[in-house]
């Protein structure tokens, strides 16, 4: 039979344990860790929470490092005037506390100019057709980010539309970017047409693609006039605006209804890899 003073210990103790609970920093990193591509770990899940009470990363919390949370990563890196690495080392995960200590919050962060919202990993799986002109077009602005993957390998890049009016025209934001396009290419540039699936703003959109950079020379000024432009395109404007991810020039991506620029006209291939694409899941 439990007396007052141990009544009165056992509520003390409980006390303790709570308060001992509310105290625990569980916003806190590890000491001087960096963040990278297939981590797994509570950091990863702290990073994931951070970013999303900041608005930067739009799914579940898994504490998994993929390419949705690099992605995140670099929008906050660059909407902040950091290095734009993808990696979340010391400086990245510093800012990120400094906001969070702040209080700020998704409503009130700064985004930046290039802020995607993507639907990977939320449970939604629809794949969308959806109507270049009317509905892709203002959806996905000039200078915003999206997640392209290739609907027979499974892999996954990033790219940000950089110029195009009857298609995207869009530029990868890294090396390994690159690198992925190039090997879903098959390992070497080519116009055929893939099927792709594009998520942005927590959208799943039917695409096909072209892997072959064009109109561009990496490394020299933007938009300026050049010489021996990437895919034979001889003399013109530079229609490179990304500089260091290793392509030089864009790559076309097609919605429905998309047309050309040369001909501007409905490329029945690029349509019909559409479908594929619409059909995949």
């Known amino acids: 039979m439990l007396t007052r003073k141990s009544v009165v210990s056992l509520g003390i103790l409980t006390l303790l344990f709570f308060t001992a609970i509310a105290t625990i920093p569980v916003s806190a990193y590890s000491e001087g860790v960096v963040l990278r591509q297939e981590m797994e770990n509570s950091d990863v899940m702290r990073l994931q929470q ?126 390994e970017d690159t690198r992925i396009l190039k090997e879903i290419a098959g390992g070497s540039w080519s116009w055929k047409r893939i099927p792709v699936i594009v998520e942005v703003h927590g959208q799943r959109i039917a695409a096909s693609m072209s892997p072959m950079p064009h109109a561009g020379v990496d490394g020299l000024p933007t938009n300026q006039t050049v010489n021996n432009r990437s895919g034979g395109f001889g003399t013109g404007t530079n229609l490179n605006a990304i500089h260091g991810n290793g392509m030089d020039g864009h790559i076309d991506i097609h919605f429905n209804g998309s047309r050309t620029h040369g001909s501007n006209s409905v490329c029945s291939d690029h349509q019909a890899a559409i479908k594929k694409a619409f059909n995949s899941q």
């Open 50 to 175: 951070d970013l999303k009470a900041l608005g930067y990363f739009d799914v579940t919390p898994t504490g998994y490092f993929g390419s949705i949370t690099e992605s995140s990563v670099r929008n906050f890196q660059q909407g902040h005037g950091l290095t734009v690495d993808g990696l979340a080392g010391p400086a990245t995960i510093s800012k990120i506390r400094s906001l969070k200590n702040a209080g700020h919050t998704q409503q009130t962060v700064s985004r930046g100019g290039s802020r995607t919202e993507v639907a990977s990993q939320t449970g939604q799986t629809n794949v969308k057709m959806m109507s270049w002109f009317d509905e892709v077009k203002p959806l996905w602005n000039r200078g915003e980010n999206a997640v392209v993957t290739d609907v027979g390998t499974g892999l996954s890049f990033n790219v940000q539309r950089t110029y195009g009016r009857n298609h995207a025209d869009v530029e990868t934001l890294t090396k």
